[in-house]
């Protein structure tokens, strides 16, 4: 029973472990994404400054060609991110699972513990009656 609640911990600890790497990725997505959309309007306004959107056109300016660049980057990260997400969510699933089926069983053995007590009590009680002996 001890050993068991010893699983218990040690399973919640690794469900609370995975929900916190679940929720890191999910803040560097957010993080990234923020990211690009600000390089989007860096593009925008040195496309506007220049006044050249053709990024093969030679007046283009560099700035420019370096922050879609890092954009591109960024957003390939995310797609990379997005692919571990689904894996660390997926893991999560499982984790968590292994905790319901442990707190199941926790839940059967106090079941049985108390069914097992009240046994005991019925039986001791009517142990303790003291039997009449015929004289």
Not at 41 to 67: L, M
Not at 78 to 95: F, I, N, Q
Request: hydrophobic share 40%; net charge negative; proline share 1%.
């Amino acid at each position: 029973m001890k050993s068991r609640d010893a699983l218990s911990r040690l399973k919640r600890f690794d469900v609370e472990e995975k929900q916190r790497k679940v929720a890191e990725i999910e803040s560097l997505i957010g993080d990234f994404n923020q990211m690009a959309k600000d390089l989007d309007r860096q593009i925008a306004i040195e496309q506007e400054r220049a006044g050249v959107s053709d990024t093969n056109h030679y007046a283009y300016p560099t700035f420019a060609k370096a922050a879609i660049q890092r954009r591109d980057n960024l957003l390939a990260s995310v797609a990379d991110l997005e692919a571990k997400l689904a894996s660390a969510r997926e893991t999560l699933a499982e984790a968590f699972e292994e905790l319901k089926r442990i707190e199941l069983l926790e839940e059967r053995d106090a079941e049985r513990m108390k069914i097992e007590q009240a046994r005991a009590a019925e039986l001791g009680g009517v142990a303790g009656v003291p039997h009449r002996v015929a004289s």
